[in-house]
T-cell receptor, first 108, second 114 residues
Framework: AQRVTQPEKLLSVFKGAPVELKCNYS??????LFWYVQYSRQRLQLLLR??SRESIKGFTADLNKGETSFHLKKPFAQEEDSAMYYC??????????FGSGTKLNVKP | GAGVSQSPRYKVAKRGQDVALRCDPI?????LFWYQQALGQGPEFLTY????????KSGLPSDRFFAERPEGSVSTLKIQRTQQEDSAVYLC????????????FGPGTRLTVT
C-alpha cells in the first residue's frame, strides 16, 4: 500500500510566486518525515526533516497530524529551485518510504 | 572526502544474465541502504545493513535478489537471472549513525535488461 503520496507529478510556477508541494503520509503516532531533493544531474540529497524544524534554502514544512500531511512551502520561488522533490517517511528506524516525487519547474 | 560511489554507472544485461552492482559508502558510515527506482517513481526500499549485518531485507522483490556487506564497508547487490522488470536505477545510500536519518546517496546504477 502506498504510504507516502505526492499527488502532483509536475508543478510549474513563475519566479517569485509562492510554491507548495503536497505530501500525505500513512498515519503513524510519531511520524518521522523528510523532504529530499534531486537537482538536474545531481544526487538525491536531504533538504529538510521535520524534527529539526529548520528552514533550508527558504523552504519549510509543517507536520499536520490531523490531515497526515507534510507539505513543503516556499514564499518566493527561485529558478534554482527547479528540481525533483521527494517526500519520505521513516519506519522502524531504518526503512524509508518515498513518494513518487514532484517535479518543480520555476519559470523566469 | 569522497561521497558514496557506485559501479558500474550503467549496465546492460540480457534477460537471464546475473549482474552484480557495487556500492562504496562513505568511510565509517554504519548504515547502508539499497533502493530500486523505476522510471517516474520514487526510490523503493530494498534492504538495510548495519555494519555487516543485514537487518532488513523485506524490500527485496524476489529470491533472485541478494545483497551482502561482508566487512561492513563495501556492499554488493546481486541479481540472478535478470528479468525485464528488473530494469531500474539502483541507488545506494549510507548514513553515519544507526538510525539513518541523514542518508548520503550515490549516483546510482542504471540497469537495463534487454
Amino acid at each position: 500500500a502506498q504510504r507516502v503520496t505526492q499527488p502532483e507529478k509536475l508543478l510549474s510556477v513563475f519566479k517569485g510566486a509562492p510554491v507548495e508541494l503536497k505530501c500525505n503520509y500513512s498515519y503513524s503516532g510519531s511520524p518521522e518525515l523528510f523532504w529530499y531533493v534531486q537537482y538536474s544531474r545531481q544526487r538525491l540529497q536531504l533538504l529538510l526533516r521535520h524534527i529539526s524544524r529548520e528552514s533550508i534554502k527558504g523552504f519549510t514544512a509543517d507536520l499536520n497530524k490531523g490531515e497526515t500531511s507534510f507539505h513543503l512551502k516556499k514564499p518566493f520561488a527561485q529558478e534554482e529551485d527547479s528540481a525533483m522533490y521527494y517526500c519520505a517517511q521513516l519506519y522502524n528506524f531504518n526503512k524509508f518510504y518515498f513518494g513518487s516525487g514532484t517535479k518543480l519547474n520555476v519559470k523566469p | 572526502g569522497a561521497g558514496v560511489s557506485q559501479s558500474p554507472r550503467y549496465k546492460v544485461a540480457k534477460r537471464g544474465q546475473d549482474v552484480a552492482l557495487r556500492c562504496d559508502p562513505i568511510s565509517g558510515h554504519v548504515s547502508l541502504f539499497w533502493y530500486q527506482q523505476a522510471l517516474g517513481q520514487g526510490p523503493e526500499f530494498l534492504t538495510y545493513f548495519q555494519n555487516e549485518a543485514q537487518l532488513d531485507k523485506s524490500g527485496l522483490p524476489s529470491d533472485r535478489f541478494f545483497a551482502e556487506r561482508p566487512e561492513g564497508s563495501v556492499s554488493t547487490l546481486k541479481i540472478q537471472r535478470t528479468q525485464q522488470e528488473d530494469s531500474a536505477v539502483y541507488l545506494c545510500a549510507s548514513s553515519l549513525v544507526v538510525a539513518g536519518f541523514e542518508q548520503y546517496f550515490g549516483p546510482g546504477t542504471r540497469l537495463t535488461v534487454t
